[in-house]
C-alpha cells in the first residue's frame, strides 16, 4: 500500500528551526518527483518545495526561497524539509507529495497526511 507518513511538525518560535520527514513506501520512490505543500485554513494548498528524482534540483516558493531546503535519500525513501528562520506566517499544515514522471498519458499523485507547524510566541 502507498504511504507518505510525515513527522517533525510542532510548535516553534519566530526565528527558529524544524526539519520535517516524510517516509515513503509502496511505490518506486527514486522514479518519483517529490514535493512538500503547504495549507492554512481557508487557503489553498501551496507548493513550497520540489525535488526532482535523481536530487540534483530543486525550485522553492519565493516565500521560502533562502530558508527553506528540501532534499531527499533514494537510499531509505525518504524526502525532508529543512525550515530555518521561520516566521509566523510560515504557520500551516505542510503535506508531503509524490508524483511519478507520466508513462503514456499515465499519472500517479500521492500525498501524505499532513503534519502541523506553528511558528508562533
Same mark, same amino acid.
Given at each position: 500500500?502507498?504511504? %507518505? ?12 528551526? %524544524? ?5 515513503? +513506501? ?18 489553498? #494548498?501551496?507548493?513550497?518545495?520540489? @525535488?526532482?528524482?535523481?536530487?540534483? +534540483? ?11 531546503? @528540501?532534499?531527499?535519500? !533514494?537510499?531509505? !525513501? ?7 528562520? %521561520? ?11 509524490? #508524483? !511519478?514522471?507520466?508513462?503514456?498519458? @499515465? #499519472? #500517479? ?13
Amino acid at each position: 500500500q502507498v504511504q %507518505l507518513v510525515e513527522s517533525g511538525g510542532g510548535l516553534v518560535q519566530p526565528g527558529g528551526s %524544524l526539519r520535517l520527514s516524510c517516509a515513503a +513506501s509502496g511505490f518506486p520512490f527514486s522514479t518519483y518527483v517529490m514535493s512538500w505543500y503547504r495549507q492554512t485554513p481557508g487557503k489553498e #494548498r501551496d507548493l513550497v518545495a520540489t @525535488i526532482t528524482v535523481a536530487g540534483d +534540483s530543486t525550485n522553492y516558493a519565493d516565500s521560502v526561497k533562502g530558508r527553506f531546503t @528540501i532534499s531527499r535519500d !533514494n537510499v531509505n !525513501n525518504t524526502v525532508y524539509l529543512q525550515m530555518n528562520r %521561520l516566521k509566523p506566517e510560515d504557520t500551516a499544515v505542510y503535506y508531503c507529495n509524490a #508524483r !511519478n514522471i507520466p508513462v503514456f498519458g @499515465i #499519472r #500517479r499523485n500521492y500525498w501524505g497526511q499532513g503534519t502541523q507547524v506553528t511558528v508562533s510566541s
